[in-house]
């Protein structure tokens, strides 16, 4: 048996589950994150019936360090065929961690195309980081960003961190506004300090009307406003504002492997080799499997100085 968390009602389960049997690769997880996504999963009082946790490191059986791209897709219909899985419309469509069982447990069984290659220099306790990094990554393509261009990001969150060290990577001068100082601190071995001017993109990650109205506040006129919050809300933006910078808003979801470049989650794990201190900047708590109560309520509440909450697994 080996223990795994989920939850129900609001409240967080921890589980004895059986060992993971049947098809795909043995993972034994190292790191598992908690996302925001989890906390809306865990508040919206519904039932999860599978193993929670989509940001997840590890290591195979012979010791292969690797990240996991926690999607599940058919492959073969029109999006996959473009590379753009995170759009599959085969009803099969997974994501570990919500649709089916995920990584904040001790092993997990993944299909082979789920395997990030990670550099064997790399901090696995740190490595479970690829996953958000790839949506900022994704964010970015699809909104044909370069080094030229001005970014800023809205929001100090864990999406907000990797969106901010993602642009440093790419080359672009990069800005963040944030609500609370330790994720202001957090930000600034990347250049970033408080927006000043205009910015050709600015990368919401928090959502709510106020966040987008910062967003378009801090437009160039013809700028664009990538979205990476989660969606759970209407998107409202301010009217007038927008209009009259003639912005764009762009959608962003999870990642994929559109364009030139391979996928976006094998670019993340480049971007974390390359920048080694975000890890330890960003993920603030660690907390074995079994401090799972504690741990959610820690990642729930930033006066706790919380940006990243990590399980510690198989350390
Ligand atoms: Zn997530
Ligand atoms: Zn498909």
Redesign the pocket.
């Known amino acids: 048996m080996m223990l795994a968390i989920n939850y129900s009602e609001g409240k967080v389960n921890q589980l004895d589950v059986s060992k993971p049997k049947g098809e795909g690769i043995l993972v034994n997880i190292s790191t598992c994150?908690i996302?925001?996504?989890?906390m809306h999963l865990l508040h919206s009082g519904m039932h999860l019936p599978h193993i929670a946790g989509?940001?997840i490191s590890g290591f195979l059986q012979d010791g292969t360090p690797v990240a996991i791209e926690p999607l599940n897709y058919c492959g073969s219909c029109a999006e996959c065929k473009q590379g753009k899985y995170n759009l599959c419309s085969s009803e099969e469509f997974d994501i570990l961690g919500a649709t089916t069982d995920g990584g904040m447990t001790e092993k997990m069984l993944v299909p082979e195309h789920c395997l990030v290659a990670l550099d064997k220099n790399m901090d696995l306790k740190n490595s479970s980081l690829v996953?958000?990094i790839a949506?900022a990554v994704h964010g970015y393509k699809i909104t044909n960003t370069k080094s030229k261009h001005r970014v800023a990001v809205v929001g100090g969150g864990s999406?907000g961190q990797c969106a901010v060290v993602t642009a440093y990577w790419m080359g672009c001068e990069v800005d963040l506004f944030a609500r609370y100082d330790h994720q202001k601190e957090a930000a600034e071995i990347w250049g970033a300090n408080e927006p000043n001017g205009e910015y050709d993109r600015v990368v919401d990650t928090v959502g709510n009307p106020d966040a987008l109205a910062k967003c378009v506040e801090l437009l160039k006129p013809g700028g664009k406003v990538i979205g990476l919050a989660?969606g759970w809300e209407d998107i409202t933006l301010p009217g007038l504002g927008i209009l009259n910078k003639e912005g764009s808003f762009y959608t962003s979801r999870i990642y994929d492997a559109s364009g030139d470049n391979g996928r976006d989650i094998d670019n993340a794990a480049r971007v974390l080799f390359e920048n080694p201190e975000f890890g330890n900047k960003v993920i603030t708590h660690r907390f074995p499997l079994d401090a799972a109560e504690e741990a959610f309520k820690v990642a729930d509440d930033r006066k706790s100085g919380s940006i990243k909450v990590v399980f510690d697994i198989n350390v």
């Open positions: 994150g996302c925001g996504t989890d989509h940001e996953e958000p949506v999406i989660a």
